[in-house]
């Protein structure tokens, strides 16, 4: 029983026309012109007829999962011919560069469509979503004719990306890899190892799969600062740009996990395989960077895609599904109990639900301004300045949103109550799905260092006195004085976010002063930190939300059970999750010898 998914369409033109002011950013970025209203909006509707009514059927059908016959992977049925409509309508050039093919439209359109295409299918959006981070990597770093042999083929989506990082012996700790870089007498690379939990590294989807591999060189120092990065093709492109001959690279198995069956995450076996090297040598984390920066965005939108999806089945079952009397009196006097929708705790799971969608939606069109600016900006002090305020929001959204999204799912199989552990419903695939989300790209706990130690501390508290700059200057205009039409409306949820962004500023100090006494305070409160950062991140959007739809809602504009449903999902959002943040806030200043005394005998 298929989950009708409904694209939010609405819900991201109020974000781009009405709360971001996107047409604002767009001037300046080098290509203004390209998305103005009318062209996002016949664009986020044709791409969400598209993921209703292509995408949206094979969800279920898909976690039947990918077949591995000797190196060779077979998608599920469907998923081929739903690919070759994708690339057919243009979708996956949207964003790309017009010299290589591309529409040149901004990231933040592609971003907010990838996350309804992860919503759809999850699996099937990975194939597409990953090729992305290895657009932006050439893009970047590549060279004049590794861009020329590439980029037109990947934006087109007639070719695919993947990203090659882990090993068994090693996963975060890159500094351990064992895969190694061999110079021939040709320029090229000879490259040897094997990598595991390759997210759509076979598939037949596509003519050519294009591998950017971390790799080291055989005078490399040790630990990070001795990885290379490399472009591996599974086929070595020919003269005329077509995939020509067999490359050494080879699907050793797809892996038997939890979820996402749909797509093929493969150990790769990398024997004696032409590799060409991008950027500097040793200077491979830097440019993977870029492909991270892109891949963690992209999963913070899968953690929105859990708690949207989610919240749609779990709603639609509570108005038809009829169970016990409301306490406050009979509400469905024809039939023999009410719609579960009227119970309280009902309630507080779908608002939760709904709050985390549509307040992380929020979060990252946000910060996909930021994307757009480092990508399309029209100077490189424009552009540099984007990439650090992208690099300090990407830790929270990729951390804070696939939590949120995971336990959304749990709380629409909840709602569903013995039916949502049954597969008929779809909602525990939800939860089997979104679960991978919270570790690839680098799980919680490294976002959480990620954020305290590089973009906090490492910072000097740089770009968190901006973000929490911007909160208090949002917040000041509603002061008595300023005589803001609002003032009375909006005072609450404006003092609520003013203290957030004070708090979070002390917090981010308190944690730097105790890592000067003991480095190990930085780890025991980073993910508590990070989840508090969360917090105050969405507050701010919730804010900024409510204020457009009071505005709104006064001048008469607007739809108004749309604007009142933003209100009542605020109030929800500011009186019964955000007090999470203080319990994070508490949990982040108790002493380190609660977790570090024990001794690892006793364990």
């Known amino acids: 029983m298929a989950i009708n998914y409904a694209a939010p369409v609405k819900d991201l033109m109020f974000l781009f026309d009405d709360v971001m ?20 909006s016949a664009i986020f509707s044709e791409a969400g007829k598209f993921c209703e009514n292509e995408l949206a059927p094979l969800y279920q059908k898909g976690d039947q999962g990918c077949v591995w016959d000797d190196g060779v992977v077979t998608t599920p049925e469907g998923f081929k011919e739903a690919y070759r409509a994708f690339i057919d309508a ?3 050039s949207l964003s790309g560069d017009p010299a290589n093919g591309g529409q040149g439209l901004p990231s933040s359109v592609m971003i907010s469509i990838n996350e309804m295409l992860a919503t759809a299918n999850w699996a099937w959006a990975m194939y597409p979503g990953l090729s992305e981070g290895a657009i932006a990597t050439l893009e970047a770093h590549g060279t004049e004719q590794q861009k020329k042999h590439y980029l037109s083929q990947l934006i087109s989506g007639e070719w695919s990306g993947t990203m090659c990082l882990t090993e068994s012996h090693c996963g975060t700790d890159l500094g351990q890899m064992r895969t190694r870089a061999e110079p021939s007498d040709d320029g090229s690379y000879r490259i040897n190892g094997t990598k595991i939990f390759i997210s759509a590294g076979e598939h037949d989807l596509t003519s050519n799969i294009v591998h950017i591999v971390l790799a080291k060189l055989p005078d490399a120092p040790s630990g990070t600062k001795g990885i290379s990065l490399f472009i591996i093709p599974k086929y070595l492109p020919a003269e005329d740009g077509s995939a020509g001959e067999r490359n050494g690279v080879r699907c050793g198995s797809i892996e038997d996990k939890m ?18 090297l991008i950027g500097k040598p040793h200077d491979g984390m830097n440019a993977m960077f870029t492909y991270m920066n892109v891949a963690r965005i992209g999963t913070a939108a899968q953690g929105v895609a859990a ?9 639609a ?22 719609p579960i929708i009227v119970h309280p705790d009902v309630r507080r799971m779908l608002l939760t639900q709904r709050a985390v969608a549509e307040g992380g939606r929020a979060m990252i069109v946000y910060a996909s301004r930021f994307a757009d600016m480092y990508r399309s900006g029209k100077t490189d002090t424009a552009r540099a300045e984007a990439e650090a305020r992208l690099g300090f929001c990407t830790p929270i959204l990729k951390g804070f949103l696939t939590e949120l999204g995971c336990d959304c799912a749990s709380l629409g199989m909840q709602v569903l109550g013995g039916h949502g552990y049954i597969r008929e419903w779809g909602m525990e695939q939800i939860l089997r799905d979104s ?41 000041a205009q509603f002061l008595p004085w300023k005589r803001h039409p609002l003032t009375r409306k909006m005072w ?5 976010v003013a203290k957030l962004a004070v708090k979070w500023r002390y917090l981010g100090l308190r944690v730097g002063f105790r890592a000067k006494r003991n480095p190990d305070n930085a780890g025991a409160s980073s993910v508590d930190f990070l989840m508090f950062s969360g917090y105050a991140y969405m507050a701010f ?3 900024k939300m409510s204020l457009v739809a009071h505005q709104q809602l006064h001048d008469g504009e607007g739809d108004k059970e749309f604007l009142q449903a933003k209100l009542h999902t605020a109030d929800f959002f500011f009186t019964r999750m955000l007090p999470a943040a203080d319990a994070h806030a508490n949990k982040l200043l108790a002493p380190v010898t609660s977790l570090m005394a024990m001794p690892e005998s006793s364990f």
């Not at 079952?317 to 009410?338: E, F, T, V």
């Open 541 to 543: 959007m919730w804010a």
């Open 492 to 496: 609450r949820q404006a003092w609520q």
């Open 435 to 475: 679960r991978i989300a919270t570790l690839y790209e680098g799980t919680t706990g490294i976002q959480a260092l990620d954020l305290i130690g590089r973009k906090v501390l490492m910072d000097r508290f740089f770009q968190l006195k901006l973000f929490a700059g911007e909160m208090l200057d949002f917040s």
């Open 90 to 92: 243009g979708w996956t």
């Open 307 to 315: 708690a949207e999806l989610s919240y749609q089945g779990a709603v």
């Open 317 to 338: 079952y509570a108005k038809d599904r009829l169970a016990m009397r409301s306490l406050s009196g009979i509400k469905n006097p024809q039939g023999p109990a009410d």
């Open 21 to 40: 002011d996107m047409q604002e950013n767009f001037q300046r970025l080098a290509l203004a012109d390209a998305a103005t209203p009318d062209i996002l």
């Open 259 to 276: 979820g996402i069956h749909g797509n093929g995450t493969c150990v790769l076996n990398f024997d004696d395989a032409h590799g060409f």
